[in-house]
């Protein structure tokens, strides 16, 4: 198996035009190839892809992961594993996989499931190929080319001086609570998804929004748009659908929340927090 080190660099690209030497990550699903003595992903060069045994549906050009040409292979359902190795969920892995890996496997598992939904195309029926220089299935009956799906969404910590506004959605497993989300409406700014989706979900206005961060988000497709924003008026009240909990806690005394190393949820909230901490510290300003 090959292992990436700290200084390991990748660099998105659609066409591999260096023609390096290969390597490859293993995608099933959600699933990824992890090796089961160093619990962490399973990159294998070419000689290893050709003795193992594996039966593959398709390989993606990822881009370039130092001075390799780096491949996803979709795992035929009924393929066998090479020995020592097995398939995670890759939510499973968030937190526990270095940062280098996670561009690499949101890259990997949204391509193959866009490759795996656009089959035939959506204007005439007829079937699809890679095209050969874009990143997208062609259509060679009607010229319609299908690019990727990456959806947009707004993600937000409201805040009122040194209180911040934490909510628990629904579908949380457990008791966590994070920032306000939602996906961005056809022919909608960003300023206005920041101002729709908060009053809907917690029927307040927010005022001041100012842009942080972004973070891919592969489940399945999102683009994180992370923005501070400040309260402005209103009384907080869950949509009871979404949302079954919004409060507002101290910022010394906040409930279980994201891990920053991994969501950007967490970012934004230890961002202010860091903040606020500084403002205590003799001779800030």
Same mark, same amino acid.
């Given at each position: 198996?090959?292992?990436?080190?700290?200084?390991?660099?990748?660099?998105?690209?659609?066409?591999?035009?260096?023609?390096l030497?290969?390597?490859? *990550?293993?995608?099933?699903?959600?699933?990824?190839?992890?090796?089961?003595?160093s619990?962490?992903l399973?990159?294998?060069?070419?000689?290893?892809?050709?003795? =193992?045994?594996?039966?593959?549906?398709?390989?993606?050009?990822?881009?370039?992961?130092?001075?390799?040409? *780096?491949y996803?292979?979709?795992?035929?359902n009924?393929?066998?594993?090479?020995?020592?190795? =097995?398939?995670?969920?890759?939510?499973?892995?968030?937190?526990i996989?270095?940062?280098?890996?996670?561009?690499?496997?949101?890259? =990997?598992?949204?391509?193959?499931e866009?490759?795996?939904?656009?089959?035939?195309?959506?204007?005439?029926?007829?079937?699809t190929s890679?095209?050969?220089?874009?990143?997208?299935?062609?259509?060679k009956?009607?010229n319609?080319?299908?690019?990727p799906?990456?959806?947009?969404?707004?993600?937000?910590?409201v805040t009122?001086?040194?209180?911040?506004?934490l909510?628990?959605?629904k579908?949380?497993?457990?008791?966590?609570? =994070?920032? *306000?989300?939602?996906?961005?409406?056809?022919?909608?700014?960003v300023?206005?998804?920041?101002?729709?989706?908060?009053?809907?979900?917690?029927?307040?206005?927010?005022?001041?929004?100012?842009?942080?961060?972004?973070?891919?988000?592969?489940?399945?497709?999102?683009?994180?748009?992370?923005?501070?924003?400040?309260?402005?008026?209103?009384?907080?009240k869950?949509?009871?659908?979404?949302?079954?909990?919004?409060?507002?806690?101290?910022?010394?005394?906040?409930?279980?929340?994201?891990?920053?190393?991994?969501?950007?949820?967490?970012?934004?909230?230890?961002?202010y927090?860091?903040?606020?901490?500084?403002?205590?510290?003799p001779g800030f300003?």
């Amino acid at each position: 198996m090959i292992t990436l080190s700290s200084k390991t660099t990748f660099v998105v690209e659609n066409t591999d035009t260096k023609q390096l030497e290969k390597i490859y *990550l293993v995608v099933k699903g959600e699933d990824l190839l992890i090796d089961s003595v160093s619990q962490n992903l399973a990159l294998i060069d070419n000689d290893q892809y050709k003795w =193992s045994g594996m039966a593959v549906k398709t390989e993606h050009f990822i881009g370039y992961l130092d001075n390799n040409s *780096l491949y996803a292979l979709e795992l035929d359902n009924e393929s066998l594993l090479i020995p020592e190795t =097995s398939l995670k969920p890759f939510r499973t892995l968030l937190g526990i996989i270095p940062d280098t890996y996670f561009g690499i496997c949101s890259r =990997s598992i949204q391509l193959v499931e866009w490759n795996r939904k656009n089959k035939y195309c959506g204007t005439c029926g007829s079937e699809t190929s890679l095209h050969l220089v874009e990143k997208a299935m062609f259509c060679k009956d009607c010229n319609n080319l299908i690019y990727p799906r990456i959806s947009p969404c707004i993600i937000v910590l409201v805040t009122d001086n040194e209180r911040l506004l934490l909510a628990h959605n629904k579908n949380f497993p457990t008791k966590i609570f =994070s920032t *306000l989300a939602g996906f961005i409406e056809v022919g909608e700014t960003v300023e206005e998804a920041i101002q729709r989706e908060i009053f809907e979900e917690v029927s307040i206005k927010v005022k001041n929004c100012q842009y942080y961060g972004s973070q891919s988000w592969p489940f399945p497709s999102q683009l994180m748009l992370g923005f501070h924003a400040e309260y402005e008026e209103g009384d907080l009240k869950p949509d009871g659908e979404e949302i079954d909990i919004a409060e507002w806690f101290h910022y010394q005394s906040l409930p279980d929340v994201p891990p920053g190393r991994i969501s950007i949820s967490g970012r934004l909230i230890e961002s202010y927090v860091n903040k606020l901490t500084k403002k205590d510290l003799p001779g800030f300003t």
